[in-house]
């Protein structure tokens, strides 16, 4: 097995587009969480989100590819984005590379549906009932709809689109587990490289649900903050007493990960090292986490054990924290049961608390987070915590962050249907 080197950083975030900006926003407790202007969300009961606003993923979009734009969902032109950003980071130029050693891992999810798009379509084979009179069409033309209107809707395409506009031909692969995709893209990139299948992966993790379809479906699971009341950057507070549901967040994290020697010979900047992977699946309900955290135990142990590293060494968690009481009490169990005694010394915080959760890019985003803390020596905070939950009776650094150099770090992801994924990297 080879070491994995993490040599290029791109961040499509909230509170920031690419590295530097995101980075700085984090460690200065700057939310990217205000109201929806995707769309008229003035009638809905939720009118707040982590929304990336003003970003244009042109500059990274060949001129004889601007024609992909038409088929591009809104996750599609994040992850395109972040990668360009990533690769840009890590010096690679794709020119000089063997494109059949270079591969693409994406985490994504499910895709929204643009009504404002398929209502014209559809008006012209509906019938007064409902149902659909394909006769209504012209006999020469097959389809009321654009020719190639499904590719903007399937969940490989974000994958797909990010290995055409940069040429990596080599393994390519899309992972939908829910909110720890972006996490399981990271730890699957990371073992295509150390087991030698390609030199470099792009991996990560990019999702956008910021849709009325799906705003609504999230409203009646009952996930959603509705703490209407408060600013909208001060309703995702993770580990805090008053939290009642997370923040629907979009956006695009993606890691250059690449053979560790071959990196420090070409004189890359080694941001951290992956060092192991773990998943599990709880097997307990389709939308609760298992209270005691069996699944989540066995996938943090499983990271650390292919880390070959022990709980005591571990220094920081940058925690799935995703503001809804059972998932942060079900993470502080699991803490608990995996750090032992140590657990409460353990600093543990959450981003989520400035850009709410991104659902399949969320894992992805933390991994880059994690990345910087161990480069830069610092430990971005849980914003809003304010009224620490007797429960969650962890050290969740509060407020502010911390100038803190943990040497290994770890970072944890859970999702719908029991689906629990870790992360360990070690600082270069």
Not at 212 to 238: F, H, I, N, Q
Not at 385 to 407: K, W
Request: a negative charge.
């Amino acid at each position: 097995m080879r070491r994995v080197a993490v040599t290029g950083l791109g961040v499509v975030a909230p509170n920031g587009i690419g590295k530097e900006d995101f980075w700085d926003a984090c460690v200065e407790g700057r939310s990217g969480v205000g109201p929806i202007t995707t769309f008229d969300a003035s009638s809905f009961p939720i009118k707040i989100a982590g929304e990336v606003k003003n970003f244009d993923p042109s500059p990274f979009i060949p001129d004889s590819m601007r024609k992909s734009l038409k088929v591009m969902g809104r996750a599609a032109r994040f992850g395109v984005g972040a990668s360009g950003l990533a690769l840009q980071d890590s010096g690679i130029s794709m020119e000089n590379e063997n494109p059949e050693r270079v591969g693409v891992v994406v985490g994504t999810g499910l895709v929204p549906v643009d009504m404002a798009e398929i209502m014209p379509m559809l008006s012209r084979v509906m019938q007064e009932d409902g149902s659909f009179d394909l006769n209504k069409l012209d006999p020469n033309t097959a389809s009321p709809m654009f020719p190639l209107w499904l590719l903007k809707y399937l969940p490989n395409m974000v994958s797909a689109h990010i290995s055409m506009m940069f040429n990596a031909q080599g393994p390519n692969s899309t992972v939908t587990t829910a909110c720890v995709a972006g996490t399981q893209a990271v730890g699957e990139g990371y073992r295509l490289v150390a087991r030698g299948e390609a030199d470099v992966i792009i991996a990560g993790g990019s999702d956008s649900r910021l849709d009325p379809l799906l705003l609504m479906a999230y409203t009646s699971l009952g996930t959603l903050s509705r703490c209407c009341d408060l600013p909208p950057e001060a309703v995702s507070r993770p580990f805090d007493r008053l939290r009642d549901g997370f923040v629907l967040g979009e956006g695009a994290g993606m890691l250059v990960l690449e053979d560790y020697d071959r990196a420090r010979k070409r004189g890359a900047k080694i941001y951290a090292e992956v060092m192991g992977f773990g998943s599990s699946f709880d097997a307990y309900s389709i939308i609760k986490p298992d209270p005691d955290g069996r699944g989540a135990v066995r996938a943090i142990k499983s990271a650390l054990d292919e880390a070959r590293v022990d709980p005591s060494e571990v220094g920081y968690i940058n925690a799935h924290g995703t503001s809804t009481r059972l998932n942060d009490q079900m993470e502080t169990v699991a803490v608990k049961k995996v750090f032992g005694s140590g657990a409460r010394k353990l600093p543990i915080s959450s981003i989520k608390s400035m850009i709410g959760h991104s659902i399949a890019a969320s894992g992805a985003i933390e991994a880059v987070a994690l990345a910087m803390t161990l480069s830069e020596n610092v430990v971005p905070p849980t914003i809003n915590l304010r009224n620490p939950d007797p429960n969650c009776d962890l050290d969740c650094i509060p407020l502010n962050a911390r100038d803190y150099a943990p040497r290994i770090a770890l970072s944890t992801s859970f999702g719908f249907g029991g689906q629990n994924g870790a992360l360990v990297m070690k600082a270069a």
